[in-house]
């Protein structure tokens, strides 16, 4: 069964980082783009930022251009979303997804918190 497996969520305070984690296992993980989402309570699913496959091309929303990095490891299986200056804002569940075509496959999920 296809696993995405994510980590790295918590509580920081504004100005903070976090790096998320997602560790990918059963799929053949580099033949898939990845993609970190999150979701605020009472809002849709937003898309956080993508790295594209073969290249590892990388797109960011505009509200956290400058601040996130995502990044991959295809040797590990994994992909990461280095974020940086968080803001209360970015407080929601951050999930994980890998795509390929009209496959997809997501993770369970892990919250960050920002609050003083």
């Known amino acids: 069964q296809v696993q995405l497996v994510e980590s790295g969520g918590g509580l920081v305070q504004p100005g903070g980082s976090l790096r998320l984690s997602c560790a990918a296992s059963r799929f053949t993980f580099s033949r898939y783009a990845m993609n970190w989402y999150r979701q605020a309570p009472d809002k849709e699913r937003e898309l956080v930022a993508a790295?594209?496959?073969?290249?590892?091309?990388?797109n960011y929303a505009n509200f956290v251009k400058g601040r996130f990095t995502i990044s991959r490891d295809n040797a590990k299986n994994t992909v990461y979303l280095q974020m940086n200056s968080l803001k209360p804002e970015d407080t929601a569940v951050y999930y994980c997804?890998?795509?390929?075509?009209?496959?997809?496959?997501w993770g369970q999920g892990t919250q960050v918190t920002v609050s003083s």
């Open positions: 790295i594209t496959i073969p290249g590892g091309n990388t």
């Open positions: 997804n890998a795509r390929n075509g009209y496959v997809n496959y």
